[in-house]
C-alpha cells in the first residue's frame, strides 16, 4: 500500500517536473532591450485539490496588481520602457514587438493561451525600450500584471530571441495527459 502510494507520487513528481513554462521576455543588455526566451525554473506541478485534478499549473510568483487594457487595432505605441516588471497577457489581437537597437530579432506576439510574455526592460536598465505595435483587423485586449516588489521571476534563458512555437507548444494536451 506504502509502495503503491510512493510508486504513484514519484510518478506524479515525475511527470511534473518534465515540463516547464518558456515565455517570450523583453530584457535588456548593456543598455539596450532585447528579446529572449526564458525558462520558467518552477516547473509545471499537477494540483490534487478538487477542481484542479488533471490540469497542469505553472506557478508565476507573487503579483501586485491586473489591469485590463483594449488597444484599438494598427496602432503604434512607439518606443517604451516597461513601466515596471510584469507580466503581460495578451488575451486577443496581436502585438509586433521589435528593438532600437537590434533589427536581427522581432516578435508577434497573438492573443490566446501562447500570449504570455514577460516585460522587463524598465529605464533603469533599458535607455530606449522596444517598439510595440498593435497589429491585425481586431482590438487586442491585454492583462498587464506588475510582479509583487519589481521582482523577475526566476528563470534561466534558453536563448536570445522570441521563444518559437515548439517551445511554448508543449502546453497542448499537458494538463490532460499529466492527469490521466
Ligand atoms: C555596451 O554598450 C556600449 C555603448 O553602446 C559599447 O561601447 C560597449 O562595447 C557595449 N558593451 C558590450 C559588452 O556589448
Ligand atoms: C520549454 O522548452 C523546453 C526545451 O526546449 C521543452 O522541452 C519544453 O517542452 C518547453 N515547454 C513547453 C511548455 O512547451
Same mark, same amino acid.
Given at each position: 500500500?506504502?509502495?503503491?502510494?510512493?510508486?504513484?507520487? &514519484?510518478?506524479?513528481?515525475? *511527470?511534473?517536473?518534465?515540463?516547464?513554462?518558456?515565455?517570450?521576455?523583453?530584457?535588456?543588455?548593456?543598455?539596450?532591450?532585447? #528579446?529572449?526566451?526564458?525558462?520558467?525554473?518552477? !516547473?509545471? $506541478?499537477?494540483? /490534487?485539490?478538487?477542481?484542479?485534478?488533471?490540469?497542469?499549473?505553472? &506557478?508565476?510568483?507573487?503579483?501586485?496588481?491586473?489591469?485590463? &487594457?483594449?488597444?484599438? !487595432?494598427?496602432?503604434? *505605441?512607439?518606443? %517604451?520602457?516597461?513601466?515596471?516588471?510584469?507580466?503581460?497577457?495578451?488575451?486577443?489581437?496581436?502585438?509586433?514587438?521589435?528593438?532600437?537597437?537590434?533589427?536581427?530579432?522581432?516578435?508577434?506576439?497573438?492573443?490566446?493561451?501562447?500570449? #504570455?510574455?514577460?516585460?522587463?526592460?524598465?529605464?533603469?536598465? &533599458?535607455?530606449?525600450? %522596444?517598439?510595440?505595435? %498593435?497589429?491585425?483587423? /481586431?482590438?487586442?485586449?491585454?492583462?498587464?500584471? !506588475?510582479?509583487?516588489?519589481?521582482?523577475?521571476?526566476?528563470?534561466?534563458? #534558453? %536563448?536570445?530571441?522570441?521563444? $518559437?512555437?515548439?517551445?511554448?507548444?508543449?502546453? *497542448?494536451?499537458?494538463?490532460?495527459?499529466?492527469?490521466?
Amino acid at each position: 500500500m506504502l509502495f503503491m502510494f510512493l510508486f504513484a507520487l &514519484s510518478w506524479l513528481l515525475a *511527470r511534473a517536473a518534465s515540463m516547464n513554462l518558456n515565455v517570450t521576455a523583453i530584457s535588456a543588455r548593456n543598455g539596450s532591450s532585447t #528579446l529572449e526566451c526564458w525558462q520558467m525554473n518552477t !516547473p509545471f $506541478d499537477n494540483p /490534487t485539490q478538487p477542481g484542479l485534478l488533471g490540469t497542469a499549473q505553472s &506557478s508565476l510568483g507573487a503579483t501586485s496588481s491586473l489591469s485590463y &487594457s483594449i488597444a484599438p !487595432p494598427n496602432q503604434d *505605441r512607439g518606443l %517604451h520602457n516597461a513601466p515596471q516588471k510584469q507580466w503581460v497577457a495578451v488575451l486577443s489581437g496581436a502585438v509586433y514587438i521589435t528593438l532600437p537597437d537590434d533589427d536581427t530579432t522581432d516578435a508577434y506576439i497573438f492573443g490566446g493561451p501562447f500570449g #504570455l510574455i514577460f516585460a522587463a526592460d524598465t529605464e533603469d536598465i &533599458s535607455t530606449k525600450g %522596444h517598439r510595440t505595435q %498593435h497589429i491585425g483587423q /481586431t482590438e487586442s485586449v491585454v492583462f498587464e500584471i !506588475p510582479t509583487a516588489d519589481g521582482k523577475v521571476p526566476e528563470h534561466h534563458v #534558453l %536563448h536570445l530571441g522570441p521563444c $518559437d512555437a515548439g517551445e511554448i507548444a508543449g502546453i *497542448r494536451g499537458y494538463g490532460l495527459s499529466a492527469g490521466s
